[in-house]
């Protein structure tokens, strides 16, 4: 595992924050392998060696470190990922039983769920499509874990992965996408929003002109 030890001064900025920048790191040990690693899991700590943080390091990206958890007592490993996949679709269960085959909902947002650079949308409810997007080290890199995890707290057979590729990019991943377990969603969908209905594209998230 990384340490990655904050400048001294530094510390009080990071607390409830859940980005680390280059500036704020005085130093990072480890093993080369793993710094080099988009999403290795690290400890921060003070420049006095105080436990600060677990963190998803990456040294390709300007945000060099995303918060996991400011508890020393919580690692980061497969239960993590499920508990807070599984809190996240808890608190939207209501609005998924509800879902229509034409609605879009968004379950998953990132530092809101504790997952950050996850985003997650619901189309066409429990039997529709997962449409995911790791746009940070961290979750990619958990990303099988996140993907069962999302499958079993919702019950959906069809889960696909989208790209942006700018945020991709930006922290180094590989440009990828496609159908993670089951099968690709459609290339056009039909929304309605208040009241006006557009075309989306699922795989890529463009929207069509209004119809």
């Not at 608190?91 to 229509?100: D, E, H, Q, V, W």
């Not at 990619?140 to 069809?158: H, R, Y």
Request: proline share 4%; charged share 25%.
């Amino acid at each position: 595992m990384l340490i990655i030890t904050i400048k001294q001064g530094k510390e009080k900025s990071l607390l409830g924050q859940s980005w680390i920048y280059a500036s704020a790191i005085d130093k990072v040990e480890g093993k080369p392998q793993e710094k080099m690693k988009p999403g290795s899991t690290a400890i921060v700590q003070s420049s006095s060696r105080q436990f600060i943080a677990r963190a998803a390091y990456n040294s390709k990206s300007q945000i060099r470190a995303r918060i996991w958890s400011f508890r020393e007592d919580e690692p980061v490993d497969h239960a993590l990922i499920k508990r807070r996949v599984k809190a996240a679709i808890e608190k939207r269960l209501p609005a998924i039983k509800k879902a229509g085959e034409n609605q879009l909902l968004t379950l998953i947002k990132g530092e809101d769920e504790g997952l950050p650079g996850l985003v997650v949308q619901l189309f066409g409810g429990v039997q529709g499509y997962l449409i995911c997007e790791f746009n940070a080290g961290g979750v990619d890199a958990w990303k099988v874990a996140i993907v069962q995890s999302l499958m079993a707290s919702t019950g959906c057979p069809n889960v696909y992965e989208r790209c942006d590729e700018l945020l991709r990019k930006g922290e180094g991943l590989p440009l990828i996408d496609g159908a993670l377990a089951g099968e690709e969603p459609p290339d056009e969908v039909m929304l309605t929003d208040n009241g006006v209905r557009y075309a989306l594209d699922l795989k890529t998230g463009h929207k069509s002109k209004f119809r």
